[in-house]
């Protein structure tokens, strides 16, 4: 097996990458990925070197750059070095690292493993979190209006409701309902 391909044991190897982790960590959980299978060329390093050398402020100084760039070197060995050397440089380097990964290769950086495991953990828990505030405000309005035709109709509606959100939950509710109703 060649060292340079990314094998899904290499990548099941890495930290889970959360949302809260540091650029630093993200970066290395995504070396393999970014340095197996000639997923950047010659160039696309190129222009991210010569990027974090002009950005303010410079991540990487002019004899940095000269060295990353040195074509006598290969391109996975100079890539492995210049994501080394980012991870003991900081935070702020790493970051600047995936913006000019973002800018010169948007689509290899939206591939990363770590964009796609932030973006799946992300789509649910904001759907269930934006779904438990509306039917929270939605059954609080409902409750909280004395007017009984409002009454019927939260009670029609947790009526036909057990499959989401629960028999049990539903029976209270129903009890409440009928107890406000009676007051």
């Not at 070197?73 to 440089?89: C, E, G, P, V, Y």
């Not at 495991?117 to 828990?125: A, D, Q």
Request: proline share 3%.
């Amino acid at each position: 097996m060649n060292s340079h391909n990314f094998t899904v044991s290499q990548f099941l190897s890495q930290p889970f990458v959360h949302s809260n982790q540091s650029y630093c960590h993200r970066l290395q959980h995504d070396m393999y990925f970014l340095t197996s299978n000639s997923r950047l060329n010659e160039q696309v390093v190129d222009k991210i070197i010569l990027q974090l050398n002009r950005v303010y402020p410079q991540i990487l100084t002019n004899a940095e750059a000269e060295k990353f760039r040195n074509p006598k070197a290969s391109l996975h060995t100079r890539l492995s070095d210049l994501i080394k050397h980012l991870q003991k440089k900081g935070d702020r380097h790493c970051q600047e690292f995936y913006r000019a990964l973002q800018i010169n290769a948007e689509q290899l950086y939206n591939d990363l493993p770590s964009r796609k495991i932030l973006s799946k953990l992300i789509c649910p828990v904001f759907f269930l979190a934006c779904f438990s505030v509306v039917a929270g405000v939605a059954l609080c309005w409902y409750c909280s209006n004395s007017d009984t035709k409002v009454i019927g109709r939260a009670r029609r509606i947790l009526g036909f409701s057990p499959i989401i959100i629960g028999r049990h939950v539903r029976n209270i509710c129903m009890l409440y309902l009928e107890d406000i109703s009676r007051n």
